[in-house]
T-cell receptor, first 113, second 112 residues
């Protein structure tokens, strides 16, 4: 079955700097890659997603890139702000099968003042 | 008008008890899920129902039994609770076809 690896497990960046979280997946049939943000004590919330027919997607300060050949995908947050502090999860899914989403183990992002 | 609602939000119970968690979604989604989030924040899928039909049943002890009376509801019943069942349980729903989930607010289960 699908396996999603996520790095780093913890990331501290100075406010205003950029943060990058990287993930790899194992099943080449995966074609949908969502990213979730979970603030302390809250539910995971979808912040951005990308499909396998697209190499890059941007939404304001957040961007995702996908390299299907290498089975890598990454989340980039620019101009980080205190409210970006949270746990971020990458995930992979196969559209058209059971839509089961397999999550990475999460990255705890700390934005330092 | 919460999209995916779970009850209760907190549940503290003794080992050996039986408990249920309820989930309801008003998004008109066809597919609902149960995920377990352990103390290390790892989100692991347990079950999925599509329009009342069980489609995913991961390696979960058979003390856990999901029930979907209709496509808007997915409940989780747990028998003979053990200490290791302590976790946050999230319900989620999806329209499927490669779209993301909407999660409920979670149920923090503590077994003592």
């Amino acid at each position: 079955g699908e396996n999603v690896e996520q790095h780093p497990s913890t990331l501290s960046v100075q406010e205003g700097d950029s943060a990058v979280i990287k993930c790899t997946y194992s099943d080449s049939a995966s074609n949908y890659f969502p990213w979730y943000k979970q603030e302390l004590g809250k539910r995971p919330q979808l912040i951005i997603d990308i499909r396998s027919n697209v190499g890059e997607k941007k939404d304001q300060r957040i961007a995702v890139t996908l390299n299907k050949t290498a089975k890598h995908f990454s989340l980039h947050i620019t101009e980080t702000q205190p409210e970006d502090s949270a746990v971020y999860f990458c995930a992979a899914s196969i559209n058209g099968r059971d839509d089961k989403i397999i999550f990475g183990k999460g990255t705890r992002l700390h934005i330092l003042p | 008008d919460t999209a995916v609602s779970q009850t209760p939000k907190y549940l503290v119970t003794q080992m050996g008890n039986d408990k249920s968690i309820k989930c309801e979604q008003n998004l008109g989604h066809d597919t609902m899920y149960w995920y377990k989030q352990d103390s290390k924040k790892f989100l692991k899928i347990m079950f999925s129902y599509n329009n009342k039909e069980l489609i995913i049943n991961e390696t979960v002890p058979n003390r856990f039994s999901p029930k979907s009376p209709d496509k808007a509801h997915l409940n989780l019943h747990i028998n003979s609770l053990e200490l290791g069942d302590s976790a946050v349980y999230f319900c989620a729903s999806s329209q499927g076809r490669g779209r993301g989930y909407t999660f409920g607010s979670g149920t923090r289960l503590t077994v003592v």
